[in-house]
C-alpha cells in the first residue's frame, strides 16, 4: 500500500532494527521501542516499518519543529501517498483565563495560520477517503474536534451525469458550511456563474473544483488552476469534504441550544443559591449572548466551550479527536517518546486547571471543562500498536519490554570519547581544552549549572584573549541566531552556557563537550540529560566530551557505560566492515545584516543597534526578516520560523519603546 522512493537502502543495523520491529507487530506485540542513539537515521528506519505493516499511521512528535521535519522527510520517502500535517493553526494564541488574585478576565486572543489550518482539513480528508495515509502531528492533536461521522455525513459525491440542479449543490454545499463568495475564491468558499459553480475547498490552495450543469444535469466536471484561472485535467468524480471540521446539522443545533439553556438555568440557580449574584449575571449575560450568535449565524466567539452539546456528548464523555478518524487499526509512532509521552500525560490536568476558575467565577458554563483534551487512560485505550522512538527511553516505554536497538549510524561516526576529571581544578582544565580544540580547528560547548558560574567563566576566557559567548536565556533570538552562525563560522571559538540541549545545538564543528560539576545530582546532570548532552559531540569524527566530578554517580556511571557501550558496537562495525566515520556537513545560514552599521563590533557580543539604524534600514531590516520568517513557516522549518518570529517582536519593540 505504501511506495517508498528512495535511492537509500538499510544501512549499519537498520536492516535488522525494520526486521524485528515488523515481526513483533505480525506477532502481536502492541507495544514496542526503537532505542536509535543520536544520528542513527531513525526515520528511515520508521519508513521502512510503514511501508512493511501497510496501516494508517500518526506519528506524534513534542513539538511544531520536529513535527515539520519528520513531515518533510516522510514527505520526500512516500511522494505517490498521502503524507499529512497536523499541528496547532496558531501563530498566535493567549488562552482565556481568570486570575483570581488580581481580579483580571483574559480574552482569548488568537492568530490563525491559514496554511496550517489547510492542511488540517487535508489530513482529516484524507483518512476518511484513502487507507495509503501517514498523519504527522504535535500533542495537539489529541484535542477535540468535530466528530468524523459528523464530517463524514456531510461530504459529498459529484458525478459526471449526476441528476442534480443548481439548487441541489448550493444546499449541500451550505450544510458543509461553504460561504458563497461574490469576490475571488477563498478556502471553504463557492461562487456562481450562471450554470457554473466554482468552489475551493478548505484542503487547497492552488486548484478549484469547477462543475458545469446544463439544467439538472452536471456535463463536466475540471480542476482549474487559481492562477491562470485555466482548466488543468477534467474528471469523472469529484469528493467534497467539509469548510470545517466541527460540522453540526441544523436539527443538532436546535438540541444543542435547548441542552445549553437548561445548563445556564441550573447554573443562574447556583449562583444565587450560594449568594454569588456577580457571577449569575455574569454567566447570563454571557451565555444569552453566545445563544443569540449561534441561533443567527451557528457560530459565536469561543464556541469550542460549547463542544459537549454540539456533539450532543453527556458530561465527561471521551470527545473526538484526530484519532478516531484513523479507524480501529492504526500504527502509532511516538517520536522523543521520553518527552512526548509526559507531555501528553500532562495536557489533560494542565488545561482543566484553567478552565476551573473560568467556571467557577461564572464566565463559563461547566460545560466548557469538557471541551478539553484526551485524558491519558484515554489515549492509551485509543492507540493499540505503539511504536515509541527515542535514544533515552522513559520508564513508562521500557515497562512494556520489546526494545530494538539501533546504534551504527549511516555516517558510521562513533559515540564520542568520554572522559572523567577531578572538579578541583576544572578551570584551569577548561583552558587547555579550549585552548588545544581550537588550534585543532574545532569548536566547543561549555555547560554550567549557574548562571554566574557561566558569566564568570565566559569573562575569564575573555581576558585570556578566547573568543567566547554566553549564550542565555535572555540573549535575543537575533542575536542566538548570530551567536551560533558565528561560532560555527570560526568567529568564536566556544560557548557556554546552562541547558545547552534547550538550545538546539547540532554544529558538526563542535568536537569537545565540557560539561562542569557532573556530579550534582538533578535534572540537568540526570543519566538522561548526560547522554542527551553527550550526544551533541556525536556530530563530529573527533567527538570527545569531559565530565567534571569528584564523585561517581549513578547518572555519570550509567551514561559513561552506556556510551562506551554503543562506542564499542560502533568501532566493531567499522573494523568488520571496513568503514571511515565521516562528519557530517550542514549548510550555514545567511545572516540578516543589511549594513555595517547595524552590528556594533566594538562590543564582545553581537549585537543589533537599533539606534544606529537609520529609518529606511529600519524598514528594509524588518520586511527583510518578515518574509524570511513567512517562507520558513511555509517551508514547515518552524524552527528557523520560530526563532525569526522572536527576533522580528524584539525590534519591534525597541522601535516602539524610543
Do not use: W
Not at 47 to 67: Q, S, Y
Not at 565 to 586: A, F, L
Amino acid at each position: 500500500m505504501f511506495e517508498l522512493v528512495t535511492n537509500f537502502t538499510p544501512r549499519g543495523d537498520q536492516g535488522q532494527a525494520i526486521e524485528k520491529i515488523v515481526n513483533n507487530i505480525k506477532n502481536g506485540v502492541t507495544h514496542q521501542t526503537l532505542l536509535g542513539a543520536t544520528g542513527t537515521g531513525k526515520t528511515f528506519t520508521i519508513a521502512n516499518v510503514i511501508k512493511e505493516v501497510g496501516k494508517k499511521t500518526l506519528v506524534l512528535a513534542h513539538n511544531k519543529t520536529l513535527a515539520g521535519q519528520l513531515y518533510m522527510e516522510l514527505k520526500e520517502l512516500f511522494p505517490n501517498n498521502r503524507v499529512e500535517y497536523f499541528i496547532s493553526y496558531y501563530d498566535y494564541y493567549q488562552p482565556e483565563a481568570y486570575v483570581v488574585s488580581s481580579d483580571t478576565y483574559i480574552e482569548k486572543e488568537a492568530t490563525i495560520n491559514e496554511e496550517i489550518d489547510k492542511l488540517r482539513n487535508s489530513a482529516t480528508a484524507s483518512l476518511l477517503e484513502r487507507d495509503d495515509v501517514i498523519v504527522v502531528a504535535s500533542v495537539s492533536c489529541i484535542y477535540g474536534i468535530g466528530s468524523p461521522d459528523s464530517y463524514e455525513r456531510e461530504m459529498f459525491v459529484v458525478r459526471k451525469g449526476d441528476k442534480l440542479s443548481r439548487k441541489d449543490i448550493v444546499n449541500k454545499l451550505t450544510n458543509a458550511f461553504y460561504i458563497r463568495s461574490m469576490m475571488d475564491l477563498d478556502r471553504g468558499t463557492f461562487n456562481i456563474k450562471g450554470d457554473i459553480i466554482e468552489i475551493l475547498p478548505p484542503y487547497e490552495s492552488k486548484k478549484s473544483i469547477r462543475i458545469e450543469l446544463d439544467f439538472d444535469e452536471v456535463v463536466n466536471l475540471s480542476e482549474i488552476d487559481l492562477e491562470s484561472h485555466k482548466p488543468i485535467r477534467e474528471v469523472e468524480i469529484v469528493s467534497i469534504y467539509p469548510a470545517t471540521q466541527f460540522v453540526t446539522d441544523r436539527n443538532t443545533l436546535n438540541e444543542s441550544i435547548r441542552r445549553i439553556k437548561e445548563e445556564l438555568k441550573d447554573r443562574i440557580a447556583y449562583f444565587e443559591n450560594n449568594n454569588m449574584p456577580l457571577e449569575a449575571e455574569r454567566i447570563r449575560e454571557r451565555t444569552n449572548y453566545d445563544l443569540e450568535m449561534i441561533g443567527e449565524i451557528g457560530t459565536c466567539q469561543g464556541i469550542e466551550n460549547y463542544s459537549r452539546h454540539l456533539a450532543l456528548r453527556g458530561p465527561g464523555e471521551t470527545p473526538d479527536t484526530l484519532l478516531d478518524y484513523f479507524g480501529k487499526d492504526f500504527l502509532v509512532i511516538i517520536d522523543e517518546s521520553h518527552v512526548t509521552v509526559p507531555q501528553v500525560r500532562g495536557m489533560f490536568n494542565g488545561d482543566r486547571s484553567r478552565k476551573q476558575a473560568l467556571v467557577d467565577y461564572g464566565f463559563r458554563l461547566p460545560s466548557a471543562l469538557d471541551n478539553r483534551p484526551l485524558n491519558f487512560t484515554e489515549f492509551e485505550s485509543k492507540v493499540k500498536n505503539v511504536i515509541f522512538m527515542s535514544a533515552t527511553p522513559g520508564d513508562y516505554e521500557k515497562e512494556f519490554g520489546h526494545i530494538t536497538e539501533q546504534i551504527i549510524r549511516p555516517s558510521y561516526l562513533l559515540d564520542p570519547i568520554v572522559k572523567i576529571r577531578p572538579s578541583s581544578h576544572q578551570i584551569d582544565d577548561v583552558v587547555k581544552e579550549v585552548d588545544k580544540t581550537t588550534k585543532e580547528g574545532f569548536r566547543t560547548l561549555i555547560t554550567t549549572l549557574t548562571i554566574k558560574m557561566s558569566e564568570d567563566l565566559t569573562a575569564y576566557l575573555r581576558k585570556l584573549n578566547y573568543k567566547v559567548a554566553y549564550l542565555h536565556s535572555e540573549i535575543k533570538a537575533l542575536e542566538r541566531l548570530e551567536l551560533i552562525r558565528k561560532l560555527r563560522l570560526g568567529e568564536y571559538d566556544c560557548l557556554v552556557g546552562i541547558n545547552l540541549l534547550r538550545e538546539g545545538l547540532d554544529i558538526p564543528e563542535v568536537s569537545k563537550i565540557l560539561i562542569l560539576d557532573a556530579d550534582k545530582e538533578g535534572f540537568l546532570r540526570s543519566d538522561r540529560s548526560l547522554i542527551q548532552t553527550i550526544g551533541r559531540a556525536a556530530r563530529n569524527e573527533h567527538g570527545e566530551v569531559i565530565l567534571y566530578a569528584d564523585n561517581m554517580t549513578d547518572s555519570i556511571k550509567f551514561a559513561m557505560v552506556e556510551t562506551q557501550r554503543r562506542r564499542n558496537i560502533q568501532e566493531e562495525y567499522n573494523r568488520v566492515h571496513g568503514t571511515i566515520p565521516k562528519t557530517v556537513s550542514k549548510p550555514i545560514g545567511e545572516a540578516f545584516v543589511l549594513s555595517k552599521e547595524i552590528v556594533d563590533t566594538e562590543k564582545e557580543d553581537t549585537k543589533v543597534d537599533i539606534k544606529k539604524m537609520s529609518v529606511k534600514e529600519r524598514e528594509r531590516l524588518l520586511s527583510q526578516m518578515e518574509k524570511a520568517m513567512l517562507k520558513a513557516a511555509k517551508e514547515l522549518d518552524f524552527e528557523r520560523a520560530m526563532e525569526l518570529r522572536d527576533a522580528l517582536f524584539e525590534l519591534k519593540e525597541e522601535l516602539n519603546a524610543k
